[in-house]
DNA sequence: ACCGCTGTTCTCCG
DNA sequence: TCGGAGAACAGCGG
């Protein structure tokens, strides 16, 4: 389930998998679709210790010593996994051979994952890495910054948040659920946010990040994609269950292709003017953004 | 058995 | 230039 949170466990997984080992030998699986942009000369000659990896929203930045890297993004389910020698992975599409004889496998049933080697020197600057917008974790998330990557959109609110351009990492899970934890409709409009809602915005944004790197396991993928692992989300998947705030059911509609998951009492699509709201500012007065 | 759904990004239309 | 639809792929549940 790779969105920021997945991807930054996966960037932490290698590093630790990497770390004191020496890469000796890559395999590319001989026509996977993984490879479609990838130099495979370079795949090939991947070689040395680890020097760093890098992420920016769910790409990652891979450098080893011999001067050469790789970017690679999950797809919708890639995933790395370390093995012993000779086991057999399922779907395995790249292989990352260490010197103590263990194989870091990329797993990708879906084949919507990549991986394209080029030059360490290069990484930065691929095109898809370039276009990137501002990073919630590693760049830190401010009203500042969200309103300026935001700013200009004409796209429903939850439409821009998944827009990687604007906002690095987002996807269709973690969108929803920072909407769900600000309170705010996901069709509302960029420009109709107050002041006090994107606060609540990147409040939820970092929360909804946060939740999903602390529920991690200790194994090789977040704790919450196990199989039969209760649904860990506040409204995503749930529909037609209480919302675990106000007990409403949850609904879901398609949006921009990709279904929605919001609660419509907690998350009105009119701009909720409660009493506690009032209290603290008896002058109600319009926000325009 | 078939249909529709699934976390991503890219390309092609209007 | 922008937005939406469909494609790329494989599996799963109803």
Known sequence: MPELPEVEFARRSLERWFEGRQLVRTEAEPGARTFRDCDLGIFKALKGSLVGIDRKGKYLMVRFSNKLGFVGHL?????????????????????????????????????????????????EGRPAVAKLGVDPLGDGLSVERLQEALSGSNQELKVALMDQERIA???????????????LHPERSVASLSPPEWKALVKGIQATIAFALDVEGDGEEIAYVEEGAPNPFLVYGRAGTPCRKCKTLVKSFTQAGRTTHFCPTCQPKQRRVDGDQMRKRPRARRYRG
């Open 169 to 183: 990492g987002l996807g269709n899970i973690h969108a929803a659920e920072a909407l769900f934890r600000a309170k």
């Open 75 to 123: 797809g919708m389910t890639g995933k790395f996994l370390k093995r012993a020698p000779g086991e057999e992975v399922k779907w395995s599409r790249a292989r990352f051979v260490l010197d103590d004889g263990e194989v870091i496998h990329f797993q990708d049933m879906r084949l919507f994952g990549r991986i394209d080697a080029v030059p360490a020197v290069e990484l």
